[in-house]
């Protein structure tokens, strides 16, 4: 099953797919080890409701949900 | 011998700059953008070493003024060898950067931190393994511990005497080869140094790379052509996505398979509590709280206030720890002891020094009056840093931006300017310096322009002083409360005319790695206070002097001022006040026969806000402190009277306390400001932005303060331009969808 990252549910780990974000924003995403393939667990959302913190190679990482967005997810 | 030390941010490496170097960093900036450079000296045997530290990157890529700076010290300065630095509990992320060091000419030599908390869990890395995969040396170090260190340099001082080190890239053996073996062979041919680094970067169609050799690229382009998979001719993302898959393909076997998973640790359970979905807001709130508390606070733990604390006697040595009933917070006790220390000093001065002359004037009332007054806020601009570090060093900070940047990003602000806007409640030096961690431009801009808006201490006392005069003294707290609630409205105000106007633009993009907690480190924040302090210092020496030694030039002589000493009224200052004052009656506070005191008195609170009420004080004709009158006797006094004998009334008075609220804060949050804005349109622009936004909020304040119904022409007009503003942003954002879609599929 297909989702954007922003869409996966706190607490589930998926794969990159793809990513359909563009320029600078598409780069920092790469630079920061979202890759193909690469395995994202969810891990909480801020109080606010945005953005979400992630797990991703070890380490955590906070981006926003319009990012996530561009982020889609292979859920196995 | 010249090593520059590279890596990620929160990798250890100010820590390890700091353990190498000890006291000896020079800080600078590197020219052109706000980035610190700072340098240092190391020894070892005979060699004389200079340590460069770059600014925390993630990749060498052309996106951030940091990455940018990076990459034009390592290609342009040639340093003999470059040390990176890798956090051994985060190493698939931290090693992309070393596959990109990697690709250049310098010997390479990767220094492998916090190995030590990876043992404490069990978890050894097989270091033969990685520097075979690397082709660089490993060494493991510990920063914190300065364990390591001397193998390190060893190694660095070895590598560069041999000098034989090939580059290597990860793309070697891959679908590219074929390309980086072209691209490279084009550079080599042209003997340009770090041939691999650039055949890469051409390959990857760099905007940098590109600018500087556009040839090159575009020979490239008929072979990029032939390359056909997901990534739809996006290079940089196949760079990418080899270097990752480079460091995949060795990563279990340097670990053994293990990495830190979802699992919970020590950091991880006091994140839940900290960033807590309903406590993490109310948490916060508190610490910073506190942080003031301790700060500024003159009743501390309110012990004071439960009654618990005796009287003691005034001016003693104990009244600088209890104030009046009460225990002063650490803040509050440091001021009052350098406060009490300038105080007695000028005191001496003024004993030995014969009355009457000139400089007897320079040095008591220049010096000891503004010099001095400067001095005394450092303690606890320190203290506040000083909090402000060690929240951020433990890795707090960054929770804080997580939490709160939902509420910041409709003013095209991210949660990371709150705290730098925060900070200028206490006083706007350390909250404009506190821009620097901003990587947006256009952010770090904004929050410098809405510094001032946020009351600072030594404006506390103007608002203290009316709140106790107007309306006989029965609303003093509402009153001062006001003017914090008035500031806030302005800033959110601006910050929404701004993003529509000057700063208009996307919102920064908010993505960031939140570091694991960390407990501070007493050197690393000790030796930043003390660059911090220095830095302070030399300002208040050179740029806070000059001023006040012009204002008290200004405000003690005529224009006749060969003829000595003369009252204000008829200074140089107290003369064009009385002329400029026509500038300032539609304020409110200038019409009146005492108008131009309040003119002379708001202008030297532009050199600095404690002025204001000391100038008052002196054009009133009272000796000693206004402030310690209290009730009445306020009233009754010569500085009562003068703010009563103001025409325009109360609006008035609240449009002098915007006026003072609003304007350019003060020298020192100027040269500040100067410091971190670097471009002088943009400073200048912020002076002018700052006076602007006194003179009309002043002007609306008094104007519906006197006539209410202006209140609503003000208002329909205001609404009428921010709808415009919202339906063009709307209309274009519809054209630009039409044309192409948000986000592209490639």
């Not at chain 2, 404490?120 to 075979?132: A, M, P």
């Not at chain 2, 203290?383 to 951020?392: D, R």
């Not at chain 2, 201490?457 to 002083?465: F, Q, S, T």
Request: glycine share 10%; net charge neutral; aromatic share 10%.
């Amino acid at each position: 099953m297909e989702l954007s990252l922003d869409k996966l549910e706190v607490g589930k780990s998926a794969a990159v797919k793809k990513l359909a974000a563009d320029g600078k924003i598409r780069r920092r995403l790469f630079d920061m080890g979202i890759t193909q393939g690469t395995s994202v667990y969810m891990r909480k959302v801020a109080p606010l409701g945005d953005p979400i913190e992630v797990t991703v190679r070890g380490y955590e990482l906070t981006l926003r949900k319009d990012e996530a967005a561009g982020i889609i997810m292979e859920v196995l | 011998m010249r090593f520059v030390l590279a890596g990620n941010p929160n990798s250890g490496k100010t820590t390890l700059f700091n353990a190498l170097t000890g006291s000896t960093a020079h800080v600078g900036n590197y020219p052109g953008v706000t980035v610190e450079k700072r340098e240092g000296r190391h020894k070892f045997g005979g060699e004389r070493i200079t340590i460069v530290d770059l600014p925390g990157i993630y990749s060498l890529s052309p996106y951030s003024p940091e990455e940018v700076v990076s990459r034009n010290v390592i290609l342009d300065e040639k340093p003999d060898a470059i040390i990176n630095i890798v956090d051994a509990t985060n190493l698939e992320r931290n090693l992309y950067l070393t596959t990109q060091l990697s690709e250049i000419d310098a010997p390479l030599i990767v220094a492998l931190n916090m190995t030590d908390l990876l043992e404490r869990d069990g978890i050894k890395l097989d270091y033969e393994e990685l520097s075979k995969a690397l082709r660089a040396k490993v060494v493991p170090v510990s920063a914190l511990k300065k364990q390591g260190l001397k193998a390190l340099i060893e190694e660095a001082v070895l590598e560069t005497k041999r000098n034989e080190r090939k580059p290597f890239s990860p793309l070697e053996g891959t679908y590219l080869d074929g390309l980086l073996k072209k691209a490279d062979t084009m550079y080599k041919e042209s003997r340009a140094d770090n041939a691999l680094f650039h055949a890469v970067k051409a390959i990857e169609g760099d905007s940098v790379e590109v600018a500087a050799r556009g040839e090159a690229a575009a020979a490239l382009e008929p072979d990029k052509k032939l390359i056909k998979n997901d990534f739809d001719g996006d290079f940089e993302g196949m760079v990418a996505d080899l270097r990752y898959k480079y460091i995949d393909g060795f990563i279990k076997k340097v670990t053994g398979g293990r990495r830190k998973t979802h699992q919970m640790t020590r950091s991880d359970k006091v994140d839940r509590v900290l960033t807590h979905r309903i406590w993490g807001i109310p948490i916060f709130l508190l610490i910073m709280l506190t942080v003031f508390h301790l700060t500024f606070g003159e009743d501390l733990l309110y012990l004071g206030a439960m009654g618990l604390i005796p009287e003691a006697a005034d001016e003693t040595f104990l009244h600088a720890i209890f104030g009046n009933g009460a225990i002063n917070s650490p803040g509050v006790i440091l001021f009052n002891l350098v406060d009490g220390g300038t105080g007695s000093l000028t005191e001496l001065l003024a004993g030995v020094m014969p009355e009457g002359t000139w400089y007897t004037g320079l040095v008591i009332d220049g010096l000891g009056g503004g010099v001095f007054a400067v001095l005394s806020f450092i303690p606890q601009i320190m203290v506040l840093f000083l909090f402000l570090s060690i929240l951020e060093d433990t890795g707090y900070m960054a929770r804080v931006a997580f939490i709160m940047d939902r509420a910041f990003r409709r003013f095209g602000l991210s949660g990371k300017a709150l705290v730098p806007l925060i900070t200028c409640f206490g006083c706007a030096v350390p909250g404009v310096m506190a821009t620097r961690t901003l990587e947006n431009e256009k952010e770090r801009k904004m929050t410098i322009l809405l510094a001032p808006f946020f009351s600072c201490g030594a404006k506390l006392p103007i608002w203290a002083m009316f709140g106790g005069l107007l309306y006989a003294g029965q609303y003093g707290d509402l009153v001062v409360f006001g003017m914090y609630i008035i500031g806030i409205a302005v800033a959110v105000a601006s910050a929404v005319i701004l993003k529509l106007t000057a700063l208009k633009g996307e919102t920064p993009p908010f993505i960031m790695e939140l570091p694991s907690y960390h407990s501070p480190q007493f050197t690393s924040t000790a030796l930043k206070l003390w660059q911090r302090l220095k830095h302070y210092v030399f300002r208040a020496a050179t740029i806070i002097a000059g001023a006040v030694v012009v204002i008290w030039f200004l405000s003690s002589f005529g224009f006749d001022f060969w003829n000595g000493i003369v009252d204000i009224g008829d200074s140089m200052l107290g003369i064009i006040s009385k002329v400029l004052r026509w500038l300032f009656v539609p304020l409110g506070f200038a019409m009146g026969e005492n108008g131009w005191m309040f003119v002379v008195a708001a202008l030297t609170g532009l050199i600095a806000k404690e002025m204001v009420v000391a100038t008052m004080g002196v054009l009133a004709g009272i000796s000693g402190d206004a402030l310690e009158l209290e009730g009445g006797e306020l009233q009754e006094s010569a500085i009562g009277l003068l703010v009563a004998s103001m025409v325009g009334g109360a609006p008035a008075a609240w449009a002098y306390m915007a006026f003072n609220l609003l304007s350019v804060p003060c020298m020192a949050a100027v040269g500040a400001a100067a410091g971190e804005l670097k471009n002088k349109k943009a400073f200048w622009f912020s002076i002018g932005y700052w006076m602007a936004t006194a003179y009309i909020g002043a002007a609306v304040i008094y104007w519906v303060g006197t006539y209410w119904w202006i209140g609503l022409i003000i208002g329909a007009l205001l609404a009428g331009v921010i709808t415009y503003f919202q339906l063009t942003k709307k209309r274009r954002a519809r054209k630009q969808a039409g044309k192409k879609p948000m986000l592209s599929t490639r």
